[in-house]
Structures are given as structure tokens and as C-alpha cells.
């Protein structure tokens, strides 16, 4: 199991503030006291209260799992083993529900193959060798995916160069150099998403690598995972890199409006135009379109593999066998599991488990593989805002804490006698009533 570095989950701001303490004098000794206090709630309570990122292993052989940390935030993937590899599991969106059925999942075909060598997140990534790409259709003409338009979208993904020394297409959409969408690294202009709509350019936003004096300025990496990402919102483009907003444009002017068709396919790798392919060589992961802003302003970039929602169009893992080109998008797919954020409990899904063996009942559910610590689940857990009851708990304890490393150790709370509690758990009757809502009993 993961362990995460412990993480005080109130400030030292808000105990001077509750302490009405103006002064720093004390803030060395505070800290100390949070920390302490902290540690000793959680220890109480038997769980952590800020929420942090898990690792678990279980057995397979059942058709559910319970994760030890409570509430459950979010499931970040799950990989079961089938006896040769660790097959990842595709997951419902991020909050644990089904995305809503108002697209198909695309097609997808790939002359790049799936490398486990080298990835971002999951099993593998795609490499792209300088004369390979992906291609992925728009499955219906009425309801097209990638004709944005003047439409807020995002394009995003994770990429590692190999060769930056002239113009490498990352992301494209077009018919001809007079009509087409692209996502690029060009030496001279760094990263770039551009648009030409009837031989006019309509979106240009860039940044410059070639001046360090530049607003903006960054170091293009070869060999390393990066980043990127492109959104529009109402008229404001802005390109992002490993979360850092780099540029922004404000325009009204649309995208173009592609015949749609399998000659006008989003492709990853180069552009779909003769004579200006412009072919990326390198590793791609993680690579998402939504048809709404997922980022305005700087951000962390993502830290585990992305999740589908009802405004993503494709998604790509670049999960697979090393070596092969099956590359799938899961952007729509069933999921192959779900979860409860109350009991912190995972179960094998019947719809989407192309993977799990049916268990023999009247009513067949679905088990997870049955191999001993086959079942790996990265989660997140713990309170992303901290309970008003508890975190009062916590700064009286601190208020008692402190209060005994003074002089003057005889004092009184309101509601409670003089008698003074020893430096352990050993809380007053009104913490510990407050602790006990929360503690987890085995």
C-alpha cells in the first residue's frame, strides 16, 4: 500500500486565528502541536483526513474489493492480472457515474505501436517513428465530434519528443493547407495551434523558445514527457504546457467546418496533407478531446491517467501488448467497474467486464481474475474539505496542547473543569464525542 507523507490538514493561520495569537513567538511550537494533533486524531479515528492518492493490492476471486481509506473520492484506475500482463481496466467518469450515451466511441487505426518501455501512465505508449500516426474517425455525420467551430473544446495529451528540429505535428484536423486545424512544435514559434479556414488564418496562438527575454519563455525538453493542451472559452484561446499557461488569444473567429468523412480525420502524429505532413517522432500518451474548456487558468498537470466525462469525445490510453497497434478509444465505452464513495467498495461491473469471469450462481455476477494480489486500485480518499465539528475538534485539542506548555499550566474551557489532559489521546469528554462520529471501527 501507498504511504504518503502525512499532511496536517489545518494551517497554522487558522490556530493563531482561533488561539488569537497576533504575535510569532509561538509558530515554531504550534507547528509542532498541529502536527502532533493531527497525527494523534488520525491515529484515533483510524483514518486519514485530508485527502491523498492510494495504492492497493487485493486477491482476485471475488467480485468486489474494499479499499481501506474512507470517503472515497475517486477510483484512478485499476489493473487486473489475466495471468500474462496487467490489463487496465476502463472506468466510469471520474465522480463514479455512467457517462451519458450521447456519442460513439470512434474507430481508430494506427500504423504507430504501443511501446511499454516508455509511457506516461498505464501499460504503454504509442511510438510514432516518423512516418506513422493515428487516425480517428467521427462516427456520425449528424452529431459530428471535432467540428468545433466557435464551440469551447480541449486537446490534450502527453508527449515526448524526439526530433524538435523542424515543425512536428502533435494533433491535426484538415483537407487542405487552406483548410485545417493543428496543434504543431515548430522550432521557431514553440509549441502552436493554428487555424485556417478558407485559406485565412483564424486562430494563431504561440510562444516563442528562441528568447529567454520573451513573455513566456520555456525550454523545449526532448526525452521527457510533457504536457500540452489548447482550449477555447466563449472567444479566449489559451495554450497551456505541463499546466503553465503559456499564451492566450482572444477572438471570435471560427474554426473550419470539415466535410465529414474519413479523409477529414482527427490524426495524431502528422497532418493529413501532402507535402506538409510534417511527421512527430517520438511517444504520445493520454490523448483527450472534450467540447468544453477543461482549464482557464494555469494548472497541475495530471498526475494519473485521464478520465472520460459526458462532454469527452476520445480518449485514448495507448494501453496494449508491446508491440501492437491497437490503439482503442474509451471515451464512451461501458465501464468495466464501479464504485461506492460510502463503503469504499469496487466491484466488477457485469455490462463491461470483457475481462472478469462470471462466478457460478443463480444470478451471475462478475469476478475479478483469481490471482493472488492481482488486483492493483489507485484512488483517492480523505476529505477534500475538512468537517467544520471535526477540524474544532482538532484546534481545542491544539488549544489544550499549547496551553499545557506554558507556565502558567492550570486553566479552564468553557463547559469543562480545570484538570489538565496528558500529552496522548486521552481527549476531553467534548473532543472525543466529536472524534467517535468519525472513527472507524474494524
Known amino acids: 500500500m501507498t504511504q504518503p507523507v502525512t499532511v496536517p490538514y489545518i494551517s497554522l493561520a487558522e490556530v493563531k486565528d482561533y488561539l ?39 486477491d482476485g476471486g471475488t467480485t468486489q474489493v474494499f479499499v481501506s481509506r474512507l470517503p472515497l473520492n475517486s477510483v484512478q484506475s485499476i489493473t487486473e492480472f489475466n495471468g500474462t500482463n496487467h490489463d487496465y481496466l476502463v472506468g466510469p467518469k471520474n465522480d463514479g457515474s455512467f457517462v451519458a450515451d450521447n456519442f460513439n466511441n470512434s474507430d481508430v487505426s494506427s500504423s504507430a505501436v504501443l511501446k511499454t518501455r516508455r509511457k506516461k501512465f498505464g501499460l504503454s505508449s504509442a511510438y510514432f517513428d516518423g512516418q506513422s500516426h493515428i487516425g480517428i474517425s467521427d462516427p456520425e455525420s449528424d452529431n459530428q465530434k471535432f467540428d468545433f467551430q ?75 514527457f510533457q504536457h500540452y493542451a489548447v ?81 469527452t469525445v476520445l480518449l485514448l490510453h495507448m494501453d496494449g501488448i508491446n508491440g501492437s497497434n491497437a490503439v482503442k478509444d474509451v471515451s464512451r465505452s461501458t465501464p468495466q467497474f464501479i464504485w461506492n464513495a460510502e463503503t469504499g467498495s469496487i466491484k466488477r461491473y457485469v455490462g463491461g467486464s470483457s475481462e472478469g469471469n462470471p462466478d457460478i450462481s443463480v444470478i451471475p455476477e462478475y469476478t475479478f481474475r483469481n490471482y493472488p494480489r492481482g488486483v492493483k486500485v489507485t484512488y483517492n480518499a480523505g476529505y477534500t474539505t475538512i468537517p467544520q465539528d471535526l477540524k474544532v475538534a482538532t484546534l481545542d485539542y491544539v488549544k489544550i496542547l499549547h496551553k499545557q506548555t506554558q507556565e502558567n499550566a492550570g486553566y479552564s474551557l468553557q463547559g469543562e473543569s480545570g484538570k489538565q489532559h496528558t500529552l496522548s489521546a486521552n481527549f476531553p469528554p467534548h473532543i472525543r464525542r466529536v472524534l467517535e462520529m468519525y472513527r472507524l471501527m474494524n
Open 150 to 224: 466557435t464551440d469551447d473544446f480541449t486537446i490534450e495529451g502527453y508527449f515526448r519528443f524526439e526530433d524538435i528540429s523542424n515543425t512536428k505535428t502533435m494533433i491535426s484536423r484538415g483537407d487542405s493547407v487552406s483548410n485545417k486545424v493543428e496543434l504543431v512544435f515548430d522550432p521557431s514559434l514553440g509549441a502552436q495551434s493554428r487555424a485556417v479556414s478558407g485559406g485565412t488564418e483564424t486562430v494563431n496562438v504561440h510562444h516563442f523558445t528562441s528568447s529567454a527575454s520573451v513573455t513566456g519563455y520555456y525550454t523545449a525538453n526532448t526525452n521527457t
Open 20 to 58: 488569537q495569537i497576533n504575535s510569532n513567538t509561538y509558530d515554531a511550537r504550534l507547528g509542532s502541536l498541529i502536527s502532533y494533533a493531527c497525527a494523534v486524531v488520525e491515529s484515533y479515528i483510524g483514518r486519514e483526513v485530508k485527502s491523498n492518492t492510494y495504492t492497493e493490492t487485493f
Open 231 to 311: 482550449c477555447r472559452n466563449d472567444n479566449t484561446i489559451r495554450l497551456f504546457i505541463d499546466g503553465n499557461r503559456v499564451k492566450t488569444q482572444t477572438t471570435s473567429n471560427t474554426l473550419p467546418s470539415l466535410t465529414h468523412g474519413s479523409a477529414n480525420n482527427l490524426v495524431i502524429g502528422k497532418n493529413n496533407i501532402s507535402g506538409s505532413e510534417n511527421y512527430f517522432k517520438g511517444y504520445a500518451d493520454e490523448i483527450r478531446v472534450t467540447i468544453d474548456s477543461k482549464y482557464t487558468e494555469s494548472f497541475t498537470a495530471p498526475t494519473s491517467q485521464l478520465t472520460t466525462d459526458d462532454n
